[in-house]
């Protein structure tokens, strides 16, 4: 039998090592591209297909594809193939030159989309080993996806690929890879025929300079016979000749002119680390010396204070039930933040768009078809229990109200029986509200999220029929190892013990006042590659119950799922080791102690009754689904 805690370590060298394999792309993307402040993102749907990567033009925003199994050295000489596809971009092609000659025809376009992307990696060919090995390897498995490698005519291969690849190799002075032979044997003796003494190695020495290049590549192409290349007369390069030179010199122009704006706003806003770095460290000491005074308190931000100043009795004082619920929530009075100006509470929709929720729904219901059976099983027996609670009941052998006629019989039979009478009455049911906190860390990933999300699911719509209202929320950060805090803190000097060093992320998958029908593409957000990083646990827990806190409902209850104890990298890598595990022990003290919501805690492999005194430890995921509907059935039985 598999020891749960070896799975779970395993797992956790995985994305050890998958970290370590991303840090290294990033770091060689940003080296090749010159662009530090590149941002890279990994996709589900980028391919790790050379030929047809989009040829995007957005500056600072790298998107590369999912990792997948990088234990494979294939799949990782992929992904830097993809990583250095977008270093040379960024390094050597400049949109508005681009745009500037680009056909309005669309293969003429895709032509000079090809011929362009052909330079830029040629260039990082020709310059570095690595890159070379990388792409050819790249465009190899590509072909062989394509069934390149197959061709019988030259129709099976599109004109601007084979230009691409022909051309590609023609610059980087390098042979083509033997699954693109055939490509090479049906176009490249067309080409051939039609440039006659020609070819496109003549561009070899304007490579490095894309105006000089674009306007001798056009000259070949018009050799082509592909409509919307026409050969430009010495008249005609004459008249392209100024406007380019003056748009260089206006561009140049705009860029500087954008830069010291650029400059100037970022003077003007308060808040910002250009400020200077001694502005802000004081500002961010004074915000440390005062995390007693304010972090205590319950983490209140601007919202937390307007319902305070609404909840005022007439003596300008605040009720006790308003205490409990905002003041008391506090953290330890050792828990510091370093600074709260990257944090995220976000809606789920506002992650991704929606044709990408609907594909991940669409993901979401594959898998339920699996776990249908079980779950709805466990949550119809749930149901049942709640609409018993929830009906009328009777009271019996009263001496008025309603003939009992179901004890007619004994009168009968017996005259000296008196009548016995019933009354109907109203059960005792509070009105109530549930939130649903789930732990969104990497070691989550896979089959726990997914049955996580799949029990969410099943369970909104449960309670629903119910007329119980359900909240969904997940916790993680934006970053691996720190993020944009981590920044700023290396950039301030690294003062010691800098306290909580990452960027939060809260997730609203669904509100408590919104229906399932609107919300349930939400929940498929949870199976988003990427989205899963660190947990900072008693944060998550203190604005999960701040949130439910204020609701109306006589009855609230914060159920928490979680896999693990809270870690982060950064912050436990700059403070003591235990900083994140004693605040959630101050959260939880202070919820079980002075809160009226009920807390309670499911843990997955993970011994979560060291935290919560009202919890579950569960040793597969396979199990939540039992132990989450066993325990909300014993809730609501209280």
């Known amino acids: 039998m598999n020891n749960p805690n070896n799975n779970h370590d395993a797992l956790r060298a995985r994305q050890k090592e998958q970290e370590v394999f991303k840090s290294a792309t990033e770091a060689v993307l940003k080296a090749l591209s010159g662009a530090k402040d590149v941002s890279v993102n990994y996709s589900a749907n980028e391919t790790t297909t050379a030929t047809r990567l989009p040829f995007s033009d957005q500056y600072k925003a790298a998107k590369l594809p999912a990792l997948g199994d990088t234990s494979q050295e294939k799949q990782k000489g992929l992904i830097r193939a ?150 430009p007369t010495e008249e005609d390069e004459g008249q392209q000749n100024q406007p380019d030179d003056d748009q260089d010199e206006n561009e140049g122009q705009d860029e500087q002119d954008s830069k010291d704006k650029q400059e100037e706003e970022k003077n003007k806003q308060p808040d910002s680390p250009m400020q200077g770095e001694q502005d802000q460290q004081t500002s961010d000491d004074s915000d440390l010396q005062d995390t007693d005074k304010t972090e205590d308190l319950g983490h209140l931000d601007e919202t937390d204070a307007e319902m305070q100043d609404a909840e005022k009795n007439e003596s300008g004082e605040y009720s006790e039930d308003v205490k409990n619920i905002l003041v008391e929530q506090g953290h330890s009075p050792s828990y510091k933040i370093y600074t709260t100006q990257f944090d995220e509470e976000i809606k789920a929709e506002d992650l991704a768009g929606n044709a990408d929720l609907k594909r991940l729904r669409d993901m979401l219901d594959t898998y339920l078809e699996r776990y249908q059976s079980t779950i709805s099983r466990l949550a119809n027996r749930l149901q049942r229990k709640l609409m018993a609670q929830q009906q009328r009941s009777w009271k019996f052998d009263l001496e008025e109200g309603q003939i009992d006629s179901a004890r007619l019989a004994r009168v009968v039979a017996n005259p000296s029986v008196p009548l016995s009478f019933m009354q109907e009455q109203e059960t005792d049911f509070k009105d109530t509200v549930l939130t649903l906190l789930l732990d969104n860390s990497g070691s989550m990933r896979g089959r726990p999220i997914t049955i996580s999300a799949l029990c969410a699911d099943i369970l909104i719509r449960t309670l629903e029929r119910c007329n119980i209202k359900t909240e969904v929320l997940g916790f993680t950060t934006r970053a691996w190892k720190g993020g944009k805090a981590r920044e700023l803190w290396m950039d301030n000097g690294r003062p010691e013990k800098p306290g909580r060093l990452n960027d939060i992320r809260h997730i609203i998958y669904k509100e408590a006042d919104t229906p399932w029908r609107r919300s349930k593409n939400n929940l498929g957000l949870m199976l988003k590659e990427g989205l899963l990083k660190e947990n900072i646990d008693g944060e998550a827990l203190a604005w999960a119950h701040n949130r439910i806190a204020r609701r109306h409902e006589e009855r609230k209850i914060l159920l928490v799922i979680s896999d693990g104890a809270p870690v982060d990298d950064s912050t436990l890598s700059t403070n003591p080791a235990s900083l994140l595990e004693q605040d959630l022990h101050a959260v939880i003290h202070k919820i079980e102690k002075r809160s009226k919501v009920e807390l309670c805690a499911i843990g997955i492999g993970h011994d979560v009754t060291q935290y919560y005194k009202n919890s579950i430890t569960i040793t597969d995921v396979d199990q939540l689904a039992e132990a989450l509907m066993h325990k909300l059935e014993r809730l609501f039985e209280k």
Request: one cysteine or more.
């Open 82 to 231: 993809a990583s250095d596809i977008r270093a040379m971009h960024f390094a050597h092609h400049n949109a508005a030159t681009h745009k500037q000659r680009r056909p309005d025809d669309g293969e003429a376009a895709l032509i000079w989309d090809a011929i362009e992307r052909a330079r830029c990696e040629a260039i990082g060919m020709r310059n570095y080993r690595g890159v070379a090995q990388n792409l050819t390897t790249a465009i190899d498995a590509d072909c062989k996806a394509r069934q390149y490698d197959k061709l019988e005519s030259k129709d099976g291969c599109p004109r601007a690929e084979a230009l691409y690849m022909l051309t590609r190799a023609a610059l980087s002075e390098t042979d083509l890879p033997p699954a693109a032979y055939k490509i090479q044997e049906f176009w490249g003796s067309e080409i051939r025929e039609k440039l006659g003494n020609q070819s496109f190695a003549a561009l070899i020495p304007k490579l490095e300079n894309q105006q000089d290049f674009a306007k001798a590549a056009i000259n070949l192409l018009s050799q082509l016979d592909i409509e919307g290349f026409e050969f």
